[in-house]
């Protein structure tokens, strides 16, 4: 009897070792890898005309398309449109819409970037002003520490200090509007001076500039577009890191992973035409800002599809709704917490913010030996 199963092939890398283990001959590698993995790829807001050569030029390579069926008589004035077809399939496409008016050049250039930049991992480096990480070795951690708790620079300086040894990589720091802004300013000197750990704020404050003089090498505001456009051109000049976090509320009548994709799209632009490098650039798609738990379970369930943004991937679950209306015992909320981490992990999440990060760490640490090995 054989042994017949279906496996897993998780991208390129993964499908030119299986297919090496086969004993194939050297040169066909590539061919079959490409063969291997398969892509579904949406494209929105496409003309018909250009949707009907889409599809025909997937079918004569062996794929297929989704396309409204008012593309047929030109009926309607756009239509999404799903791709499907193995690596190989997509860049014969890619080859033959290069060709093609509507377009369809531009759409090619699209679909290529976007393949590339999610089939397989690259090394890839994050600035947090002077001190930087490597990607994909093993997942981040940033944990929030609320000033406003503490009374004394003592005390904001020893729980910091017991962050950093139980293996925060950032450390981010808040604050209520009624704590007084030298005691912040202090704060955020002191952690600088004498932990030399990146310092992230997620409040926006007057005292912005004084912060940035201080130590502040991470901005994770959600913020309107002006402002963002702002603090850009402030990430440009000072060579600090931002996160582009999606807040926005989501409208019922269009996908939701659609919306949170467009709105990060849109912010990453803003800051690259600001001068922000690529390396100072971390997206989060907002699990729990303005978003119930369903939403929030169907961002975490479809978390890859931001890998195509090719930047690293941030989502912060600690106390937020997902959790909440989950789990009735928020006081142990580390039984919601660290399955969400796991998962989170396991699609390629590369920074996790916690606020407390007692256990989370060993949780994070057996995650990465399960996803990352």
Not at 176 to 189: C, H, I, N, R
Not at 241 to 248: A, N
Not at 332 to 339: F, K, L, Q, S, V
Request: hydrophobic share 40%; aromatic share 6%; glycine share 6%.
């Amino acid at each position: 009897m054989y042994n017949i199963r279906v496996i897993n092939i998780r991208d390129i890398a993964d499908a030119k070792e299986t297919i090496n283990k086969i004993g194939v001959m050297p040169e066909s590698t590539n061919s079959l890898a490409g063969k291997a993995v398969h892509f579904t790829i949406k494209i929105e807001g496409v003309a018909p005309i250009a949707a009907n050569i889409l599809k025909q030029e997937i079918l004569s390579k062996g794929g297929d398309a989704a396309i409204n069926k008012g593309c047929v008589n030109l009926s309607i004035k756009n239509t999404d449109v799903l791709l499907m077809g193995t690596y190989r399939q997509l860049n014969q496409l890619v080859y033959k819409l290069k060709l093609q008016p509507f377009g369809l050049k531009d759409v090619a250039n699209q679909i290529k970037q976007t393949i590339d930049l999610y089939k397989e991992y690259s090394p890839r480096k994050l600035s947090c002003g002077n001190q930087g990480f490597i990607l994909g070795e093993r997942t981040l951690l940033m944990d929030v520490l609320n000033i406003h708790n503490y009374q004394e620079q003592n005390q904001v300086m020893s729980v910091a200090e017991k962050i950093k040894n139980k293996g925060a990589d950032i450390i981010e720091i808040t604050w209520e509007g009624d704590t007084d802004k030298e005691f912040a300013l202090e704060s955020v000197e002191q952690i600088h001076d004498h932990l030399k750990i990146p310092i992230c704020i997620n409040v926006y404050d007057e005292c912005l500039p004084e912060l940035i003089d201080k130590g502040v090498s991470v901005f994770n505001f959600v913020i309107d577009q002006d402002q963002f456009k702002n603090i850009s051109s402030i990430a440009a000049q000072k060579n600090k890191c931002i996160i582009i976090v999606h807040g926005d509320t989501l409208r019922i009548d269009r996908d939701i992973i659609s919306q949170i994709y467009d709105f990060i799209k849109k912010r990453i632009k803003i800051a690259l035409d600001a001068g922000v490098s690529d390396d100072n650039i971390v997206i989060d798609p907002g699990i729990g800002l303005c978003k119930n738990a369903a939403q929030s379970i169907e961002i975490l369930n479809r978390l890859e599809e931001f890998k195509s943004l090719g930047y690293p991937i941030m989502i912060g679950t600690s106390r937020q709704p997902l959790i909440g209306d989950t789990f009735i015992d928020e006081q142990n909320h580390i039984e919601g917490i660290a399955p969400v981490i796991t998962m989170a992990i396991a699609k390629g999440v590369d920074l996790i913010r916690v606020r407390g990060i007692d256990n989370i760490c060993k949780v994070v640490k057996v995650a990465d030996t399960i996803a990352r090995s």
